[in-house]
């Protein structure tokens, strides 16, 4: 059932693919700006822009909600952008961290590097540099985790995996190990086309990334920049 439902995954996230990048950079609900005094940013692609879902129901706009109920402090720009790749990422971080001055980054990247066929070494050079450049600007920085379909073959899709727990270890980053955790053999969790979690997976993927996220606010909440 997993490998029969991951072609299907992999058949549509190819079609996401080939879309041409919408620009999805909405600003997820903040708290009253008295209140929100730090920044947590999401650099991310269609699992975390909210593709195919009603406005307000994805994991990034439930974030945000959580967020100002139990840190108040913190406010969530939701810079990700369907289609985007680990490139793509890399080359916007610049002027999204001069804008934003985030004091956590979430970095959601990386399906559709391995679905376009870029390289790996590729991939892991553009999370390291996406990771460092965050930390070299103030921020902690938690990188989400992915995997791709059985079909690529096995050595690929291990050496996938662990790009994600390399570069976090490597670069003293937080890591989701997996943020379809729990949903990803479960037909029922996505949408019709078989690869977007629905409205009813959100939750589940919001708490695959509060897992990590959790100890990084609790740390920047308590030592803000200066």
């Known amino acids: 059932m997993f490998s029969r439902l991951f072609v299907t995954v992999t ?6 693919a080939g879309l041409a990048l919408s620009a999805a950079h909405a600003q997820s609900p903040a708290p009253e700006p008295d209140a929100a005094d730090q920044t947590l940013l999401v ?4 699992l975390s822009a909210e593709y195919g ?3 307000g129901s994805g994991w990034v706009d439930l974030l945000a909600k959580r967020l100002s109920e139990q840190y108040p402090n913190f406010q969530v720009a939701n810079a990700s952008i369907s289609g985007d ?7 916007r971080l610049p002027a999204l961290l001069e804008r934003h001055h985030p004091d956590i980054v979430v970095i959601e990247l990386g399906s559709n590097d391995a679905l376009r066929g870029l390289s790996l070494q590729m991939t892991e050079k553009n ?12 921020a902690q920085v938690l990188v989400v985790g992915m995997q791709i379909p059985p079909n690529y073959g096995r050595d690929y899709t291990q050496r996938f995996a662990a790009v994600f727990p390399a ?6 980053a937080q890591l989701v190990p997996f943020f379809m955790d729990g949903i990803a053999a479960d037909r029922d969790q996505f949408q019709a086309d078989g690869i977007h979690p629905n409205e009813q997976a959100q939750p589940a993927l919001l708490n695959n990334v509060w897992a990590a996220l959790r100890p990084i606010l609790e740390n920047a909440s308590t030592a803000k920049k200066p």
């Open 43 to 46: 650099v991310g692609d269609s």
């Open 127 to 138: 999370l390291r540099g996406m990771t460092q450049r965050a930390q070299q600007a103030g």
């Open 53 to 55: 879902l009603k406005r």
């Open 85 to 91: 790749t680990t490139s793509g990422g890399m080359a």
């Open 167 to 172: 570069v976090a270890k490597s670069e003293n």
């Open 11 to 16: 058949l549509a996230f190819s079609t996401a």
